[in-house]
């Protein structure tokens, strides 16, 4: 199954030519659409399962030297010399690039696949977007899960394309009203993983006293390194998606996973809706103070 | 305790003899049973439905993904006997219909293979005498909140009825081949997607269905929802829920949005 046209599974033929519409829409949702002149046509999805390996290129981890160059990669060196060999002698932070492709993979297979659905009932766009990831029943298996209610825009020309965006409801009617469309989901994984220096390792142990390294609370640099490089990679997929357009409701997420003592993977999500301008700047009614009586 | 009318326990009975005499029971809160009389409907009370059910077992291929339709068919017969039992107190009550329904599974020590479907509500009539029942004679069933029903009603559109479709999948494992053919790789597997895709939809399609059945126009606030229950990671049930709807009025009562600045939290 590749993320190619009728990819779609038999029964998401059957449902869609159904006539009545589904909603994932909540109430309060539905009815700011239909406010906004949006009509929607039925709950879309797309899926893509994908085998997951977190060890991509042969030799890291064993020398500082080993894997390939591509993307971020820094050194840390051991300043107190040859003590035993237990202590690590050196330390390294290097972006993941083969998660960060596949990942991308996934999701634009299934986000593909709902907008392919989408196109099925004729609509304009996809609204209250919603993704997930997670592991599957086997070990090493992961799916990518996007749903949404695609939606017709009342007395509009057939669309050309069809646009998405996570908002729905009121949030999208103050896009509308601040004069933007929406133009599609963005969305990027950026992975850095952490091969502790000794440094790094007693910081995080609370054992730092004892090598020299400072006592008092302090900052562990090549963590702080690492978090920051994979923030600033995931801002960088998506800036590139985003082609001249503005991004909206920004969300940035970071994860952490410890395959052993020493050894981290630190990612960062990074999740908007891309937007363009269609018409001047118009200021919004001046908005009312309210206190909740609840 | 088959599915016939009648054969509700003596106990819940007696509960609506009492409820019938004018007391009414609910769960809403103080804000929902304001904005549902606002939209012409009462309490009369608070109803519910159960069902303990064994869903048994089914032999599945350990490489090939398939749907356990047995599986499924306990699954969605289950639920069927607590919503209509809780439908039948309802009608007891001479409600027009049941709000905030809530549908849950319950697993017992004392019970193997076996669950507790539970189907819980606030019965609802409409203040004007007018019947609301769906097209097949029965009370509606929502499990919209208060503020969601007075929301839809001010769009026009009438609940018809809480719509359901399940699907029990068996996922295949991937054979020694499979696997070492992809090791190390991150590629997509295409039949573990066609699977689950398939599952989905076959899921949505039977939701789908009972709306068209009630003569609906469309179905609001879907949910997805997967669980393996007690089956293993392999074989997930996948299920669709949501309220069905028609259009009644074309006229469209809900006020223009106001932009807010909240002084509180």
Redesign the interface.
Known sequence: ??PTPSD?????K??LS???????????D???C??MGLE?LG?V?G???????T??SFGRGVTPFAGSSSGYVENYQCPHGMISSEHRMWGQNYEQT??E??WR??FN?AYSRMLEEAGTLGAHGVVGLIDSEGP???VG?V?FHL?GTAVRVLDAPAPHHVWSTYLAG?RL??IFEAGYAPVSVVSSVASVRVLSSCITEYLMGGTGAMWSVNAETTEIEQIVSAQNESRAIARSFVRAQLHGDALHGASMTGLTREFAQGDLEIQSRLSGNRIRRFKDFDP?????????L? | MSNPTNDLPQATEHRLEELEKGLFTSDLSVNEFLLIKEVGFHPVGFVMGSSIYHTGIQTRKWSQSQELTKLTEAMYNARELAMNRMEEEAAELGADGVVGVRLDVNYYEWGKDAAEFIAVGTAVKAEDGVSRLNQLGKPFTSDLSGQDFWTLRQTGYMPQGLVMGTCVYHIAHRGIGQTLGTTGQNVELPNFTQALYEARELAMTRMQDEAARLGASGIVGVRLEEKSHQWGSHTIEFLALGTAVTKTSEEMTLAKPTTIISLDN
């Open positions: 199954m590749t779609l599974p038999e029964a998401a059957r449902r159904q006539g009545a519409f589904t909603s994932g829409l909540s109430v309060s539905f009815a700011a239909l406010e929607p709950l999805q899926f893509c399962a994908m085998q997951w390996t060890f991509g083969w998660i492709n596949s993979d996934g297979s599957l029943s086997d298996v799916e749903s009121q009617a103050k919004l009614t001046a908005p009312r103070p309210t206190v909740r609840s």
